[in-house]
Structures are given as structure tokens and as C-alpha cells.
């Protein structure tokens, strides 16, 4: 069933999506200005849709392409003098759910090959 787009997201809806800790998306924020979620009158996070892409954009950096916190956010200011932030954004949250969707798959075909699934990833 395709997800629905919402207009806010919680941290805990923010974590699910991107599979990260809390604790990480609290440090990202003290890291990248651009990441300043509002708060709601109860006083938690609410994130926008095109924050959760600027976070998927910082892991894909972070964990998949290898940059440090510094280069990481120097790519991003590169992008956002060249325009291409937006894009960029959109283009690491493509990436980054296929390659969920391969692991996931790869995880189905070793089960349905008879091997067990590997320990260092449990499945959804």
C-alpha cells in the first residue's frame, strides 16, 4: 500500500521513515542549520515533507557516499549555490529507498533459498 504524503511528520514517523534514531536526528540538527523542525504547542518536533528530504539527503551523504559532518555539509551548501539542492534532496530519497527495497528483497530471496537471514538485520 503507497505511503500518503503528509504535510508534518513527528520524530517517531521521521525515524520510521529514514531509519534513524532519534538521537541522531536531535545531533543532525545541532550539525545542519537548515534542519530546525518546528514545534507543535506541545512543545515536539514536526517536520515538514522537504525536511525529511534534506534528512535523507544528509544520510545518503553521511552513510552511503562516506562524508564527514563537514564535507557533508559543505556539499549541501555546494548544491544550494548551484541550485540543485532540491533536486539533489529528491534524487537521495529515490536512492535510498531502492536500496532499502533491495536489501529487503535480497532478504526474501535468501529465506526462499532456505538460508537464514543474516543477524545484523532483522527484518521489518
Known amino acids: 500500500m503507497p505511503r500518503t504524503v503528509q504535510e508534518f511528520y ?4 521521521v525515524c520510521d521513515l529514514t531509519n534513524l534514531k532519534p538521537h541522531v536526528l536531535r545531533y ?3 550539525q545542519f542549520r537548515f534542519l530546525s523542525p518546528a514545534k507543535n504547542r506541545a ?3 514536526v517536520y515538514k515533507s522537504k525536511e525529511v ?3 535523507m539527503l544528509v544520510r545518503h551523504l553521511l552513510y ?8 557533508a555539509r559543505q556539499q549541501i551548501d555546494h548544491y544550494r549555490r548551484e541550485g540543485e539542492l532540491k533536486q539533489m534532496a529528491k534524487q537521495a530519497l529515490g536512492r535510498e529507498t531502492i536500496g ?6 535480497d532478504e526474501v530471496v535468501n529465506i526462499l533459498e ?3 537471514p543474516s543477524s545484523d538485520e532483522p527484518l521489518a
Open 114 to 116: 532456505g538460508n537464514e
Open 64 to 71: 552511503s557516499e562516506k562524508y564527514t559532518i563537514e564535507g
Open 53 to 55: 528530504e534534506l534528512i
Open 43 to 45: 512543545g515536539n518536533r
Open 28 to 30: 543532525w540538527e545541532s
Open 10 to 13: 513527528s520524530i517517531g514517523e
Open 100 to 105: 532499502e527495497l533491495r536489501a529487503g528483497l
